[in-house]
């Protein structure tokens, strides 16, 4: 992304801020949902600002709340229909935390020293000499002279003394502890378990509510991926799994994780009080460049518009945030307490959806398909190959859309891995895939719910009237797309757009693209 091409493309980029980007944004943006957004009239308005994604924070609420929020999200399409959204559901996860303050909460000033406790007993009576801490193994897992994080690193206490049932620490700072606040230990393995039992019950909510993603908390090897992926079980193996990586032994395990997840979170806020602030920025960049070249989606998160959440406008210091992480590659950008609790949901959303669209009008292509396409081991599968081939296309006939007939979604993915200068518009037949394909920059995806398809067929050496009844049927949804997109301001009458498509039903037999005129 450094090359002298790149430099030149940015160089020559616009200086009159009056200008406006030509092209339809790519990047999806995630919005948390909280009380003030939870109605079908203020997520219509979510929807219409740039919301591709809802995330539901299963850190707060009860399953009521959340399953009145996606209740609502369906309300708010009788309302007016419109392309799809996905929902996502945001684990708990494994953590630790503080126990109860007897008083609510105490004051303390650098170098006081008091006792973490694990006993049990000291639950729910807390002072400013002893307080519960719930991790049972932290005795083993600490040592004189190491750092216990409180309320995202805020309050930095210093281990003096290690006992069988407590730590003695000193505190660092000045600062005031109130009750059931988290706990981070910086440098440190902890042996919590993958999921935790609340984690399991909201697991089970996603699978009876068809949730569409799982935004799986504190991940630290491939097998937590894993035992979710067991625990949603059958009904729920089509649910996507977003790993969050926000702990030192999630980016030391990256790589692991990266091979069995569906997708990565780059959960800062953690990761912010896990690693030293200067290094978050790094972890960010590299996560999302091995994300670009595996071609899983990536999403960047924490307090990208923070100040929004009581002020119209951003700092600038955020809106620059928001466009490195377009220009690192992320896939989608999220946004939390902005849409959740914030005074200025519906601003954070339209502010986020311009910078996205004017770090995107900067994307150097050629290059990074270069890049991309030299680094890519071969043999690729036919799909990739398909797909690698359609943005080749795409570029030397400057064509304005690619259009991708899909079922699981995958090659649309592949598409999306090598960044495509026009819109990827995804036509499918599966909701859920409808409803995933956000998670992939550059997709557009249109669930396609016309029930004349030829279906799957069974014979190995199909006859001459099935393929031409599966060509039919082809072409009825290729106009179909292009009616869609036209109707979305995707792409205009003459336009030149890509078609990618399977020779015949069924999942994973995409093997032909062609180029068509829009009309």
Known sequence: MGSPRRL????????DWKSEPKQSRKTSIICTIGPKTNTPEMLLKLRKAGMN????NFSHGTHEYH???????????????????AVALDTKGPEIRMGMVKDGEFSFKQGHQMIFTTNPSRKDDGDDKTMYIDYVNITNAMKPGKFIYIDDGTLI??????GSDFVKVEAQNNGKLSSKKGVNLPNTDVDLPAVSEKDKQDLGFA?????????????????????????????????????KIENHQGLANFDEILKVTDGIMVARGDLGTEIPPWKVFIAQKSIIARCNIFGKPCICATQMLQSMTASPRPTRAESTDVANAIFDGADCVMLSAETASGAYPLEAVDIMHRICLEAE??????????????????????????????????????????IVLTISGNVARLISKYRPRGPIIAVTRNAA??????????????????????????DEKPKFEQIEQWQIDVDRRLAWAILQAKSAGLIKPGHVVIAVQGWRGGSGRTNAMRILHAR
């Open 207 to 243: 699978v009876k509510y068809n949730v569409d993603m799982i935004f799986a908390s504190f991940i630290r090897n491939a097998d937590n991926v894993l035992t979710i992926r067991s625990l949603l079980g059958e009904e729920g193996k089509d649910i996507k799994i977003i790993s």
């Open 157 to 162: 206490w210093k281990v003096v003394e290690v």
């Open 53 to 56: 994604i809802m995330r539901l």
């Open 433 to 458: 895939t409808s409803r995933q394909l956000h998670l992939h920059r550059g997709c557009y995806p249109f669930f396609y719910d016309k029930t004349d398809s030829v279906g799957e067929w069974t």
């Open 67 to 85: 399953g009145s929020c996606i209740d609502n999200l369906r309300k708010s399409f009788d309302l007016e229909g419109g392309r799809p959204v």
């Open 361 to 402: 009008s900067t994307f150097c292509h050629n290059p990074y398909l270069n890049d991309l396409r030299s680094i890519t081991p071969r043999p690729l599968s036919t799909e990739e190959t398909v797909a690698l081939s359609a943005v080749t296309a795409s570029l030397e006939e400057q064509a304005d859309a690619i």
């Open 8 to 15: 030149k493309f940015v160089g020559r980029a616009s200086l």
